[in-house]
């Protein structure tokens, strides 16, 4: 079975410092993984994703996300964290054997809060 | 212009009412689904449209009714509602995995229902 967890509803960091929102997953196959953003009364933005290669893949708004295989885990950093920042961020996962549809199975969310 | 727009943004309904949400793509995708997110909960899949053709089901109340008549446009019709269907309903669309395709959602920005 496929699923995604999100081990912390909340995630609070001052202005300027790095911030990490984690993520593990658990498929069958290959991953493919994915973040997304979610401001208030929006809908989900994508902010990128890791489909094969470079274990390290950066993405929309300074935003960098780190596939670890053994750990199976898919974590969300940025280096310096602002204001702006501050919102609801999902991870995501689909088996790369899975249907032709591409199911994506997402977290529960992490709100991160960032204060100036 | 967004590659996918939702519309009305915001509906408020009786329980007795009938009313449609729409949903159009840009992307020339040929897959689109419909998710509810509440409150406090996971992001629920509703409903999933692959080439025109209902794919996924998910055990959704029949007072919800999908159509999606071309690969561009998909609507949620709604009727005899309850309270507790007040949300915001995303549509999302993407390409099926395969030819260069990764499967990623392209949402839209939501439309926030409230059933009095």
């Known amino acids: 079975a496929q699923s995604v967890a999100q081990p912390e509803d909340q995630v609070n960091v001052a202005e300027g410092n790095p911030l990490t929102v984690k993520c593990t997953y658990s498929?069958?196959?290959?991953?493919?993984l994915f973040w997304y953003v979610q401001y208030p009364n929006r809908g989900l933005q994508f902010l990128l994703k890791?489909?094969?290669?470079?274990?390290l893949v950066k993405g929309s708004y300074g935003f960098e996300a780190e596939f670890n295989k053994s750990q199976t885990s898919f974590h969300l950093k940025k280096p310096s964290a602002l204001v702006s920042d501050s919102a609801l961020y999902f991870c995501?996962?689909?088996?790369?054997?899975?249907?032709?549809?591409?199911?994506?199975?997402f977290g529960r969310g992490t709100q991160l809060t960032v204060w100036p | 212009e967004t590659g996918v727009t939702q519309t009305p943004r915001h509906l408020v309904m009786g329980m007795t009412n009938k009313k449609s949400l729409k949903c159009e793509q840009h992307?020339?995708?040929?897959?689109m689904y419909w998710y509810k997110q509440s409150a406090k909960k996971p992001l629920e899949l509703m409903f999933v449209?692959?080439?025109?053709?209902?794919?996924e089901n998910n055990s959704v109340p029949s007072r919800f009714s999908p159509e999606c008549p071309n690969s561009s446009h998909l609507f949620l019709h709604l009727h005899t509602l309850q309270p507790e269907d007040s949300a915001l309903y995303l549509c999302?669309?993407?390409?099926?995995?395969?030819?260069?395709?990764?499967?990623?959602?392209?949402f839209g920005e939501g439309s926030r229902l409230t059933v009095l």
């Open positions: 999302a669309s993407s390409q099926t995995p395969g030819q260069g395709a990764t499967g990623e959602l392209f």
């Open positions: 498929v069958s196959g290959n991953p493919y």
């Open positions: 890791y489909i094969t290669g470079d274990n």
């Open positions: 995501a996962v689909r088996d790369e054997r899975g249907s032709t549809l591409g199911r994506l199975y």
């Open positions: 992307l020339g995708h040929n897959a």
């Open positions: 449209y692959s080439l025109e053709e209902r794919v």
